[in-house]
């Protein structure tokens, strides 16, 4: 953990105690993702829309799913009909 976060990243985990700052690009993320669940009648905010809010927040998901041969779009529709079935 401390060759990837630094030293001392142990002593600092679980350490965090109210708001989390996030980067605008996952709040945005967040969001999106909320608006798939309320779009799609959730209760709950589901790893499926979590998913479905990163792929509508910009381009580095999307590059990174054609860079090894996958369809955005298509990604995300098999998400939803995978969502929609299982509700």
Known sequence: MERSFG???WARSGAH???IPFTS???K???LSLGHALALKSKTIEDGHILLGVLDAG???KDALSAVGLEPQ???RRVLDVMKAAS
């Open 29 to 31: 993320a967040l969001e």
């Open 25 to 27: 690009d996952t709040k």
């Open 59 to 61: 381009p580095t998901v």
């Open 7 to 9: 030293k001392g990243a």
């Open 74 to 76: 298509r990604v995300k």
């Open 17 to 19: 105690k109210g708001h």
